[in-house]
């Protein structure tokens, strides 16, 4: 991917996959997308987007937030085992 590329749809670059709807009076304003992919040689492997270039403070903010809670919830699950 270049950065002269086009931006397309979200629809259209990850057509066929699925994610929870917003509520209904909630308005999008940007995304963070992290994609399990295959590559042209059939391994797997990561890449992200953006919707545009975002304001890096509040994304860092955000994954953070999110990795805190994501390994709460493995401990909690590796503890209740």
């Given at each position: 991917?270049?950065?002269?590329?086009?931006?397309?749809?979200i629809?259209?670059?990850?057509?066929?996959?699925?994610?929870?709807?917003?509520?209904?009076?909630?308005?999008?304003?940007?995304?963070?997308?992290?994609?399990?992919?295959?590559?042209?040689?059939?391994?797997?492997?990561?890449?992200?987007?953006?919707t545009?270039?975002?304001?890096?403070?509040?994304?860092?903010?955000?994954?953070?937030?999110?990795?805190?809670?994501?390994?709460?919830?493995l401990?909690?699950?590796?503890?209740?085992?």
């Amino acid at each position: 991917m270049s950065a002269d590329e086009a931006r397309r749809p979200i629809a259209e670059v990850l057509g066929g996959l699925e994610i929870h709807p917003l509520d209904a009076k909630w308005s999008p304003m940007e995304a963070f997308v992290l994609v399990k992919c295959l590559d042209e040689d059939g391994r797997s492997t990561w890449s992200y987007r953006t919707t545009h270039p975002m304001n890096r403070e509040e994304l860092l903010g955000a994954l953070v937030v999110h990795v805190d809670l994501l390994r709460k919830e493995l401990v909690d699950e590796w503890e209740s085992d």
